[in-house]
Structures are given as C-alpha cells and as structure tokens.
C-alpha cells in the first residue's frame, strides 16, 4: 500500500515537470473563494522541498500585473523557488489588501491558508516561506511579519510602509528580517510619512529595534548605472541583529512609487534588480533559526501516510519520538507518542504535522477528508 501511495505522489508529481507553468486557482477562506496564480518553474518534480515566496500586489492591481510587473520568473526558474500571486477582495470598488486599514476581510487568514493549501499539494520547504509586495502589497508584508511570524522566515516590501495604528499594535513575538525598498519622491505612499503611512525612516528603526540590530548601518553607495533614469540609490544594512537576523535598506533617491528594473514607469531606478535583491536577501534565512524548527528530516528518514487521510494516519521515523498536529490556528488538536493514531474524529480540512524523530524533525502537511 505504501508503494502504491508512493507511487502516485510521483505520478502526479511528474505532472508538473517538463515545462514551466502558471496555475490558476482558488481556496475556500472566510467563507469565500480567494484566487491566486502559482508560478511553477518547468525544473520543479516534488521530489525536493522548494522554498515559496508571496508576491503580494497593490491597491487597485492584480496577481496577473503583479507577476508580469515584477518578473521573478527568470530568477525562480534558476534559483528552483515557488512564487504565489494571490489576489485581495474588492473594497470600495477596488481590489485592497486589509494591512491594518480596518477592513472586513480576514487577509492574514486567508494568506496562512493559503500557504496551507499550497504545502499540501506541491513539497514547500516549510522552513523557507517569504512574502514580499508592491505598494498595497508592502503593507501586507509587513502585517505578515507582525501577525504570521510563525510561519513567514522574511519579508520585503518596495514602495509599502505600515499604518501608524499598525506600527504601536505590531507584536512579531521574534526578529524577522526584513528589506525595505523605497523612493524618497513617491508620491503615492510618502517617504517621510502621511495620515496612513509612517515615515520610511521611522519604519525601519521600528525593525531594527526589533530585531536587536546595530543602529549604525554599514553604507553602500550603489553604482549609478543609469546615468538617464532620474535617480540613485543608496544600501544600507543593519547587521548584528537577534539570532543573526539583520534589516537592509535601499532609499532611491529621486524614485517614484515604482519597482526598480522594471518597466520605467514614472521615475524608475533601472541601477538595480528589486527581485534579485529581494531573493538573495530571502535565501539567507530559514524560519528554524527564529522559532526553533529543526531543519526537516531527510525524506528518506521520514514517511506519513496515507495523505490525504481519513482514519489511521501512520509515521515511520528514523529513532521517532513523537507527533504533534495542529490546526490552522494554531491549535492543537492531537499529540501522541504512537507512529499510528486515529484522525477519524478530526474536522475535515488541512493540518500541520509536526513530526520529531531522532533524525530532527518535519513538519508536513495533513489533508483529513
């Protein structure tokens, strides 16, 4: 039986290998159905963990812009990541994220459940989840950081900020490292602040007091590549922060509200990829250096099944010691000593299984039906 399970997790694995692909689909969340798109680079075969990176758009945008206006394809495609466009619910007649604004949507919800759904279909590196986003999408990132540290190793937000509210309410409950990217002339989410929108440099002293860093930064005077884009920028990096989490800065000067190295609309720093930035600041960090996760165990020290489930869920483990599973809360709802217990009696839906073995320890994704 094993086997044959084994067999068909391959099978449908195969499915996605071979070319690169857009999926276009949907989950049930707050009793509605929310949709994204998933960039799956044509290298990825669900025989590797692979790490997964939100990309959150802007106010009155979409996943599709967003995955054209960035282009990370090129660099998932080589550095072998997942990349999540998910799109937010219309309000007031335009499509907004609730990043601290007082919407009726639970977003923060909706974006744990979706990282859910996704590490139960496809193998994520649970260790190396990131979000990041454009405007709108910033602010999200940064709500991510304060409300869904748990689960988010890192974030990055270019021409995002957070709400004052936001800021005094903000409880990580851990350093998160964090990369800001912002233009000192955007006109949209100010550089030096606004009624919903605190100043840049006030946002990330914020995150470098947080994270324990040094206030002195170490200074990088990027190189003017672009003599005609209307800008420059300077880096400046944070180090010596908390379980060796750092803050990195980039302040365009001159930038508009615009994504450096993409299309020049509006004043556009062309002397920097943003996405590239972005994911070799990501790469760096693993959530098991902040929580206390063990790197996951070796597939091959590690086996659960049957998934999806329905009555006796079985774990064989190298030395194994124990198993915990836990709602989408964050409850949980089983904790056993026992390689078989019985979920019969657990709610359909999608657990996280946290899995310690002599080995290390896992944590995989549960589907009860």
């Avoid at 099978?11 to 857009?22: D, E, K, M, S, W």
């Avoid at 540290?149 to 270019?158: H, R």
Wanted: neutral net charge.
């Amino acid at each position: 039986m094993k086997q044959k399970l084994l067999l068909s997790f391959f099978l449908l694995n195969a499915l996605y290998a071979g070319a690169q692909t857009t999926v276009i689909d949907s989950i049930m969340s707050g009793g509605v159905y929310r949709n994204y798109r998933l960039y799956v680079p044509a290298a990825y075969n669900g025989s590797t963990a692979w790490p997964l990176i939100l990309n959150i758009h802007g106010y009155t945008s979409n996943a599709s812009a967003e995955q054209a206006y960035t282009n990370f394809a090129p660099i998932a495609d080589t550095a072998h990541f997942l990349m999540v466009y998910p799109n937010a619910t219309v309000y007031m007649g335009q499509p907004t994220w609730n990043s601290g604004f007082g919407m009726p949507v639970d977003d923060i919800g909706f974006l744990s459940n979706l990282i859910d759904s996704l590490s139960a279909g496809y193998n994520i590196d649970q260790n190396s989840v990131y979000s990041c986003g454009m405007s709108n999408g910033g602010y999200m990132s940064h709500t991510l950081a304060c409300a869904l540290s748990s689960k988010i190793a890192a974030i990055a937000s270019v021409t995002g900020t957070m709400t004052p509210p936001q800021r005094t309410s903000c409880s990580p409950g851990r350093p998160v490292p964090v990369m800001q990217i912002h233009g000192t002339a955007d006109g949209t989410v100010p550089f030096y602040g606004g009624s919903y929108s605190i100043a840049i440099d006030t946002l990330v002293k914020y995150w470098v007091l947080n994270n324990g860093c040094n206030p002195s930064p170490a200074y990088n005077a990027m190189p003017d590549i672009n003599t005609s884009d209307g800008c420059n920028a300077d880096h400046f990096v944070y180090n010596g922060g908390l379980m060796g989490s750092t803050v990195e800065f980039y302040r365009i000067n001159g930038g508009g509200h615009t994504w450096p190295f993409t299309f020049p609309v509006g004043t556009t720093c062309q002397d920097f990829n943003a996405s590239e930035k972005i994911w070799l600041f990501f790469r760096k960090y693993r959530l098991s250096q902040f929580v206390g996760i063990d790197d996951q165990a070796k597939e091959e020290d590690l086996l659960m099944y049957p998934n999806p489930a329905n009555g006796l869920l079985t774990v064989e483990a190298t030395d194994f010691s124990s198993l915990t599973i836990v709602d989408v809360n964050g409850k949980i709802v089983l904790r056993s000593a026992q390689k078989q217990v019985n979920i019969s009696g657990l709610a359909n839906g999608i657990y996280s299984v946290l899995i310690v073995s002599g080995k290390g320890s896992s944590v995989k994704k549960l589907v009860k039906i």
